[in-house]
């Protein structure tokens, strides 16, 4: 069965493009104008996955994916945005998104993005590379490095006494640091893992994941956690 992509974008032209792609590539897609009406389609017809314009009038697709998070749907979420600052992006990720396509775009971009969030969401076989990746010989149901314990069945994780409320993409790159933990991850490896897909080293994904990811690990008198590597990557180990 094809996948199921909800799209709202207000502007026709991107609308209609992307609605023809979308098609062309194998997608069932539910092509709306607004934020209202993708809310509707969505309690109406649960898609695989939701391709959100951030300004559209009236509800916009922030409001559209904090309004399903907070219902409990952890349907996975590219957002569509013109705004580049760190700042909107963040704003995306509070309110629950998984990825982000800054326009314009490649058409092809947004193809890879999807297919990295499917992956992550599917079965295992198709799934998340930590599921394929988990080692078989551990019977333990959690994992911990550097004070930090997390169980990837319930997807859920602590740092010390204190649970950290984290979005699905958060979860799985503390997920891959922990496994890894005092071990150097370089860029690639990292957006292979986490999206399936390299981006570049123009890309700020990585970034703005790991500051955003840092910012609910990190307290006070406390020693930080992920270290950055100038010019290689990130590493987990509490120094």
């Known amino acids: 069965m094809p996948h199921t992509v909800l799209l709202a974008e207000d502007d026709r032209a991107i609308r209609n493009a992307l609605e023809r792609a979308l098609t062309l590539e194998g997608y069932q897609v539910l092509a709306v104008a607004d934020g209202v009406e993708a809310l509707a389609q969505a309690h109406r017809n649960r898609p695989d996955v939701l391709l959100l314009d951030v300004m559209m009038p009236g509800i916009d697709g922030l409001q559209v994916c904090r309004v399903l ?10 957002m569509l945005t013109a705004l580049v600052e760190t700042a909107d992006r963040i704003a995306g990720l509070d309110a629950g998104a998984d990825d982000y396509v800054v326009k314009p775009f490649d058409v092809e971009e947004v193809f890879a993005r999807l297919r ?117 990557g990130y590493v987990l180990r509490e120094d």
Do not use: C
């Not at 998070?69 to 590219?78: F, I, N, S």
């Not at 076989?125 to 314990?149: Q, T, V």
């Open 69 to 78: 998070r907070a219902e409990g749907d952890r349907t996975p979420v590219l």
């Open 116 to 232: 990295a969030l499917l992956r992550r969401t599917s079965p295992v076989g198709a799934g998340s590379a930590h599921a394929a990746e988990a080692p078989k010989a551990l019977p333990e149901r959690f994992i911990e490095a550097a004070g930090i314990r997390m169980d990837p069945q319930a997807r859920r994780a602590w740092r010390g006494a204190r649970e950290l409320e984290l979005t699905r993409t958060e979860f799985e790159l503390l997920e891959l640091l922990v496994r890894n933990a005092g071990i150097v991850l370089d860029h690639s490896t990292i957006y292979d893992r986490i999206w399936g897909y390299d981006f570049g080293p123009g890309s700020k994904n990585l970034a703005v994941y790991v500051g955003y990811l840092r910012r609910k690990l990190d307290e006070p008198d406390a020693p930080q956690l992920i270290h950055t590597v100038r010019g290689v």
